[in-house]
């Protein structure tokens, strides 16, 4: 099942299914045309996992973490389906990095591995923007990670049984493509990240984690379209501008 969360032609926010091409609400059908794409979830952090691909950690020069690496993402990054995004200014390298956003269905603390997948709603495709500019600068990635619209996601929330556990995720820049790899080659799977992060903090409905990206991060500029697009899920697409 896919769920998307759409402006309807009214202008009311709500949480239909796609079927068929289309979005459902209850009796109504609604082509993509007639309605506006919103951000799938309001989380209220996204949790994100640094180096956990193996090939992305030796395209940096870095080991492979022992234990999740994580950072934390504020509502402000988050950007919806085909939104126009402005880069920083003054700014040399922005970096694309395509990421499984898993979405968590419940408030939750201390979860077991063996029960993790019980409190996931389901997945979202990511685009971890990152400034490299200021991240090389400072320890906690405030400037490098946090800034506004550094959180594409959507379009979509996929149900779990939706996306295989060896989904293709790739990512494309103008039609090019820079990333190409499948989610069970994460260092560290969803019930291990679940289970770590928890053990540290409370997850609210609709948080997000971001679980990591694959080899073939890349520069973003200006008139750039990329689309993310995760097996299971569909894809996420942006243009951005500066």
């Given at each position: 099942?896919?769920?998307?969360?759409?402006?309807?032609?009214?202008?009311?926010?709500?949480?239909?299914?796609?079927?068929?091409?289309?979005?459902f609400?209850?009796?109504?059908?609604?082509?993509?045309?007639?309605?506006?794409?919103?951000?799938?979830?309001?989380?209220?952090?996204?949790?994100?996992?640094?180096?956990?691909?193996?090939?992305?950690?030796?395209?940096t020069?870095?080991?492979?973490?022992?234990?999740?690496?994580?950072?934390?993402?504020?509502?402000?990054?988050?950007?919806?389906?085909?939104?126009?995004?402005?880069?920083?200014?003054?700014?040399?390298?922005?970096?694309?990095?395509?990421?499984?956003?898993?979405?968590?269905g419940?408030?939750?603390?201390?979860?077991?591995?063996?029960?993790?997948?019980?409190?996931?709603?389901?997945?979202?495709?990511?685009?971890?923007?990152?400034?490299?500019?200021?991240?090389?600068?400072?320890?906690?990635?405030?400037?490098?990670?946090?800034?506004?619209?550094?959180?594409?996601?959507?379009?979509?929330?996929?149900?779990?049984?939706?996306?295989?556990?060896?989904?293709?995720?790739?990512?494309?820049?103008?039609?090019?493509?820079?990333?190409?790899?499948?989610?069970?080659?994460?260092?560290?799977?969803?019930?291990?990240?679940?289970?770590?992060?928890?053990?540290?903090?409370?997850?609210?409905?609709?948080?997000?984690?971001?679980?990591?990206?694959?080899?073939?991060?890349?520069?973003?500029?200006?008139?750039?379209?990329?689309?993310?697009?995760?097996?299971?899920?569909?894809?996420?697409?942006?243009?951005?501008?500066?």
């Amino acid at each position: 099942m896919l769920w998307i969360r759409f402006k309807d032609p009214a202008g009311c926010v709500q949480i239909g299914e796609i079927r068929a091409g289309d979005v459902f609400l209850e009796d109504h059908r609604y082509s993509f045309e007639e309605v506006e794409i919103l951000p799938p979830t309001n989380p209220t952090k996204i949790v994100c996992v640094g180096l956990n691909y193996a090939d992305h950690a030796e395209e940096t020069g870095r080991e492979p973490p022992s234990r999740p690496s994580l950072f934390l993402k504020p509502p402000n990054t988050v950007a919806a389906y085909n939104e126009t995004i402005t880069l920083l200014p003054n700014i040399e390298r922005i970096d694309h990095e395509a990421e499984l956003g898993v979405v968590i269905g419940k408030r939750c603390r201390n979860v077991l591995e063996e029960d993790a997948i019980s409190v996931v709603k389901g997945y979202t495709c990511v685009n971890d923007l990152s400034n490299r500019d200021d991240q090389r600068k400072e320890q906690n990635w405030v400037r490098g990670k946090a800034f506004d619209k550094s959180a594409p996601i959507g379009p979509f929330i996929a149900s779990p049984d939706t996306v295989p556990t060896d989904a293709k995720i790739q990512l494309r820049n103008n039609g090019k493509t820079m990333q190409n790899s499948s989610i069970d080659m994460m260092i560290f799977n969803i019930s291990e990240l679940i289970a770590e992060i928890t053990a540290y903090m409370t997850l609210e409905p609709g948080d997000i984690i971001s679980t990591g990206t694959p080899a073939g991060v890349g520069p973003i500029d200006h008139g750039d379209i990329v689309e993310i697009e995760i097996e299971g899920i569909g894809i996420l697409k942006n243009k951005y501008k500066k």
